[in-house]
């Protein structure tokens, strides 16, 4: 694993903050890409005082951990993980080898697994794949701050 955070120093309304992150699809690295998540966005809300709910926090490493779980399982070599914050959004962003284009099964309650990108696009504000010279990309897009009074996520994990 190899990790490369950028624009750490930066505001949040100056430029996007970013970390990146690559996976060679060995056992653990879809919980070590999680926590990625979750500590990056521990680091918005305490180094740059960004808001980021529960629910925001959750399904970004919901989101993190399926978009990365499909890449591991269906394409050959490394992937990569990117999360970008703008605009009070965080775009989860897996590269991988394979150029094949995901696309959602339909809705089967008896299926068992396969409901990944079915539950990425139902928890997501946005989502996108798109070829690559090599490989694709998937990006998923969530808003850090619900609408409701909800504290910050960071406040709760810290009392619990």
């Not at 990625?36 to 305490?46: D, M, S, Y």
């Not at 980021?52 to 399982?73: D, G, H, P, Y």
Request: glycine residues 8%.
């Amino acid at each position: 694993m190899d990790e490369a955070a950028r624009n750490d120093s930066t505001l949040l309304d100056e430029e996007p903050i970013t970390v990146s992150v690559a996976y060679e699809c060995n056992p653990g690295d879809i919980a070590r890409a999680r926590e990625v998540a979750r500590a990056f966005l521990v680091r918005l809300q305490l180094v740059h005082g960004v808001p980021v709910s529960t629910r925001a926090m959750e399904i970004v490493q919901l989101v993190v951990s399926e978009l990365l779980t499909n890449a591991c399982k269906y394409a050959p070599g490394p992937c990569l993980l990117d999360l970008e914050v703008s605009g009070g959004r965080v775009g989860v962003t897996v590269w991988d080898s394979d150029p094949t284009l995901p696309v959602a099964a339909a809705a089967e309650p008896g299926r068992v697994g396969r409901h990944g990108l079915e539950i990425v696009m139902a928890v997501c504000q946005g989502f996108e794949v798109r070829r690559e010279p090599v490989g694709k990309r998937a990006t998923a897009v969530v808003m850090l701050a619900d609408d409701s009074a909800e504290t910050w996520a960071i406040r709760e994990t810290a009392e619990g």
